[in-house]
């Protein structure tokens, strides 16, 4: 019985997505910039059938149309299954239509798929580390997240919070098991019923493993290279190498971070058996939004045109074809389908019953959303990860940084991370080093919460954290071989180190919020106020921007 219910309810809220190329642009804004609501509810829908017909061209000519018309309508059957109004598989776009509610069903036809359950359950999460830590050049983050991206994202983010230099990165982060999939054309979709036991390989090895690189975009990288001889003066100057610039951007820091634990990552397997034991509770709003959707369809068959209209379907959809066929702009696909679409319900339209069933519809639909976000916050808690991060700072010793990451979700009341890191310096340390292997030990901890509703397109999250940094010797700062020794014409001819800063506490706050969209977009922005800086004594005040673009979506491409 609920398989059956299910399976309703998806036939019900199924759409059919298709790449367009480049040349089918002015087709979609033909149909999507459309004011009629209608052709906003199937502009897709139609656009697909540009598609279609692009990729399967449909013969010139009445005489070769007539004789392969069986043919031509085999070919392009899927598409035109969600077109014409009279089609039960286009129920949820005459409903929308007839609501002029678009967000909404779109939002009610994402969660019918697990890809849905992904995108919406990624946008409800406040454990996702899309950026770089506290210590590169160019961050918004004071605390690491539990989490990571789904499969892959990309983030630029400017304003610093322990460093002294202000400056701006870009970070790649990815997960090594959707990335591998990816890659290997292997993928499956989240497993939310039915699901089966993955690898030993992915399951402990590639799902909990994230990668992240970041880059400072303020420094170039630059290699040495032997010069060949003095090209200008009169006085002999020996120089063996030039450094000459090999890149925009110079990589910062690299990072790698396990998730032993996070029951909010929806690929999780804890995740999934969980959320399986949840589906038999939202059949009863499952079935009643699924009901409600196949009561307006049966009010329409009442309708002398429309059920006509199914008398013709053939005949409709082959008009539809050949309209997409002859005008490539799309603009006598649109008016041949504006035509069917009145025809087939103008009159129906008239049926008293038809708005107050089209409200009930979707009032059950929005009453399945809540029950839908209701049951993802009841299945999230505890997150444990280990993180190790290759930190390569500007003019500093390159340093290994270690950091434990414990997280509780409080379901709908917001999560607090809690962050325990030790740095040490990488290299084996120079004769006469007056400071030992620790660079520092840290404790930090946030708290985030999304403030907005689980109906709304767009999530403000509020972030605010504390962090507390404990340095035993001040910083250390690397003069470069060549470096005129102050007061002097003397060059260092192999460079040295000295202290500057402080040693003791670091102590840095922050506040902010981040706008989390419905595509993965992100955008952080925060105030901090710090007692010092990593090179520099006194307090200081700044703030923190970025925006990130989470790539779940990057599937479709390949």
């Not at 005459?94 to 992904?118: E, Y």
């Amino acid at each position: 019985m609920l398989s059956r219910v299910l399976t309703v309810l998806l036939l019900s809220t199924v759409t059919l997505s298709a790449q367009s190329p480049p040349s089918l642009n002015q087709s979609e804004k033909t149909f999507c910039g459309d004011s009629r609501p209608e052709v906003q509810a199937f502009c897709q829908r139609l656009l697909n059938v540009m598609v279609g017909v692009r990729a399967h061209p449909v013969p010139a000519g009445a005489a070769a149309r007539t004789a392969n018309k069986d043919a031509i309508l085999a070919q392009h059957g899927v598409e035109l299954g969600f077109v014409n109004p009279s089609d039960i598989n286009a129920r949820p776009f005459v409903l929308s239509a007839i609501a002029k509610d678009l967000a909404l069903q779109s939002a009610v036809a994402s969660l019918a798929n697990t890809a849905g359950l992904l995108q919406a359950a990624n946008q409800l999460r406040t454990d996702q580390q899309l950026g770089p830590t506290a210590t590169a050049a160019g961050t918004t983050s004071l605390v690491s997240k539990a989490g990571s991206s789904t499969l892959m994202s990309f983030g630029l983010n400017t304003g610093v919070l322990t460093r002294t230099v202000n400056g701006s990165t870009a970070t790649l982060t990815a997960n090594a098991d959707e990335l591998f999939r990816l890659i290997t054309q292997s993928d499956e979709e989240v497993c939310t019923s039915n699901c089966t036991e993955q690898g030993f390989g992915h399951k402990y090895l590639l799902n909990p493993l994230n990668f992240g690189a970041t880059f400072a975009l303020a420094q170039s990288s630059s290699s040495n290279i032997p010069t060949s001889g003095q090209a200008s003066g009169t006085t002999a100057n020996n120089v063996s190498t030039a450094a000459v610039p090999s890149g925009a951007g110079k990589l910062t820091s690299f990072t790698a971070k396990y998730q032993f634990l996070n029951r909010f990552d929806p690929r999780d397997s804890k995740f999934a058996n969980q959320w399986k034991t949840k589906v038999q509770s939202l059949a009863p709003d499952a079935i009643k939004a699924g009901n409600s959707i196949q009561a307006v369809y049966e009010e329409l068959q009442k309708d002398t045109n429309f059920k006509a209209a199914r008398n013709t379907t053939d005949q409709d959809n082959l008009a539809l074809l050949y309209a997409a066929a002859d005008d490539p702009s799309g603009q006598e696909l649109l008016n041949a389908f504006e035509s069917l679409w009145l025809r087939v319900m103008q009159t129906a339209l008239n049926d008293p019953d038809i708005p107050a069933l089209a409200a009930k519809a979707m009032q059950d639909q929005t009453t399945y959303r809540k029950s839908w976000d209701e049951a993802v916050k009841s299945i999230v808690g505890t997150m444990i990860s280990a993180q190790y991060m290759f930190n390569k700072p500007l003019n500093q010793p390159e340093t290994h940084d270690f950091t434990l990451i414990l997280a509780q979700s409080f379901k709908g009341h917001g999560t607090l991370t809690f962050n325990g890191a030790v740095s040490i310096y990488q290299e084996t340390l120079p004769a006469g080093a007056k400071y030992g292997r620790v660079h520092y030990g840290q404790v930090s901890g946030e708290y985030n919460r999304n403030v907005t509703s689980v109906q709304s397109a767009y999530q403000w999250q509020l972030n605010l954290a504390g962090y507390w940094q404990y340095q035993p010797e001040p910083s250390v700062l690397n003069i470069a071989a060549g470096a005129v020794a102050p007061g002097t014409t003397i060059p260092l001819p192999n460079g040295t180190q000295e202290f500057v800063g402080t040693a003791g506490s670091l102590w840095v706050t922050q506040g902010g919020f981040t706008l989390k969209g419905p595509n993965g977009v992100n955008i952080p922005f925060a105030v901090s106020w710090s007692n010092k800086t990593d090179l520099l004594r006194g307090t200081k005040i700044g703030g923190q921007v970025g925006i990130s673009y989470n790539f779940s979506s990057i599937k479709g491409l390949f």
